[in-house]
């Protein structure tokens, strides 16, 4: 089913230009905050909303938007998960899965819908009401109803928001392995970090309706390409400074009178301007003392102006002539007595320190 998806949308305030190889992302994300655009750009593509002129959307071989040219949704072999699932509530489980297979025979009807409850792991719900359904439950229902048709394309829209976090924890990694399984090319909206890690294999960052960076999860995640995608995937401390030379294999940056060691990053020379990106879960907290041999490079006195707890773990504020924000376990906030005033050293390998070279774009509001 591996095919190149191609689409330029433009639709109210979006103009967004995307080519996904679908062989090479199983699992496309379309990643960021609400009202970015990215549940504009899924309805097109699935051709419930229709493109403004100047468009153009391509699935392999099949145009299916461009200038007089519209291909109706039921056309597209496109499935489409909604974000609060949409089942029927009259209908049984097996009546929401068959609900599109209308243009089947009807005695072929019953094994298409056995076969889509399996593929979503949902096949011990054929016989329940609709109405009884967990939020789990629904879920695989509503996977299993877009599957069973037989896409050539999944979309599937913010399809974890609806459940509860216990929930939504529980089957992040169970939907990753259900859709790979499936074989099917697949496009998911969400604005979660956690689900976006979890679930794509590429990941498309939409900001303000444009497309601002393409690639790898973990790239895009760890290598920001502006200060913009940075804030959005959630780095937690951008710093400006300039570059003071090249030298032991790594750059050396200065933030405020404070010398931070990178990376080599031989595009930027003695001088120039620089963002300064380093993830909250990058930074490792450890009472002062001489540093240990294998220390990493970067080592900050630092006092803690602030702890909140942040779910499973401490989000710890810093002030080490440069404002830092480090998350650290509960057992490790408890070991160090963290708490307001306390003398700490933030620990920073080069390696997470990550260098954008032209800081222009500001970080958004």
């Known amino acids: 089913m591996a095919a190149t998806l191609t689409a330029r949308v433009r639709r109210h305030v979006c103009d967004l230009h995307l080519s ?3 062989a090479r992302a199983p699992v496309t994300v379309l990643f960021g905050p609400s009202g970015a655009g990215k549940t504009t750009l899924l309805r ?4 419930l909303d229709r493109p403004e002129p100047g468009s153009h959307i391509q699935f392999g071989d ?39 297979l209308h243009r089947m025979p009807r005695r072929q009807r019953p094994e298409r819908i056995r076969q889509a409850l399996a593929a979503a792991d949902a096949a011990h719900l ?10 789990g439950e629904a879920q695989r229902v509503a996977l299993a109803r877009a599957l069973a048709p037989r896409p050539q ?28 399984a499936t074989g099917v090319p697949t496009i998911v909206v969400t604005h979660d970090r956690t689900e976006a890690l979890t ?53 050396h940056i200065d933030v405020a ?9 031989r595009d930027l020379n003695p001088g120039d301007r620089t963002l300064v990106c380093i ?54 906030g408890e070991h160090l007595d963290l708490q307001t005033g306390r003398q700490v050293t933030a620990a920073i390998k080069a390696t997470a320190v990550h260098l954008i070279a032209h800081p222009a774009v500001e970080r958004p509001h």
Request: net charge neutral.
């Open 257 to 265: 009178g404070h010398v931070l060691h990178a990376t080599p990053h």
């Open 153 to 180: 394309l999944l979309l599937l829209d913010e399809p974890l928001s609806a459940l509860d976090t216990p929930t939504r924890t529980r089957l992040r990694g169970d939907l990753r392995r259900l859709l790979l």
């Open 279 to 332: 993830r909250a879960d990058d930074i490792a907290l450890e009472l002062p003392g001489p540093p240990r041999p294998a220390s990493p490079r970067n080592q900050l006195p630092a006092v803690v102006t602030a702890v909140h707890p942040d779910g499973p773990v401490l989000r710890v504020s810093l002030d080490a002539g440069i404002t830092l924000t480090a998350y650290v376990t509960r057992p490790t």
């Open 20 to 22: 996904i190889d679908t």
């Open 44 to 47: 097109c593509l699935a051709g």
């Open 126 to 135: 054929h016989d329940r009401p609709t109405r009884g359904l967990s939020g």
């Open 62 to 100: 099949h145009l299916w938007d461009a200038p007089r040219v519209h291909v109706p949704t039921r056309r597209r072999r496109v499935g489409y998960l909604f974000q609060d699932h949409a089942l029927f509530p009259h209908l049984p489980v097996a009546g929401n899965v068959g609900y599109g």
């Open 199 to 251: 679930l794509g294999d590429h990941i498309a960052v939409v900001i303000d309706g444009r497309l601002h960076q393409h690639g790898p999860v973990d790239t895009v995640f760890n290598r920001p390409a502006t200060a913009a995608v940075a804030a959005v995937v959630g780095v937690d401390t951008i710093l400006t400074g300039h570059v003071t030379g090249h030298h032991d294999d790594l750059t």
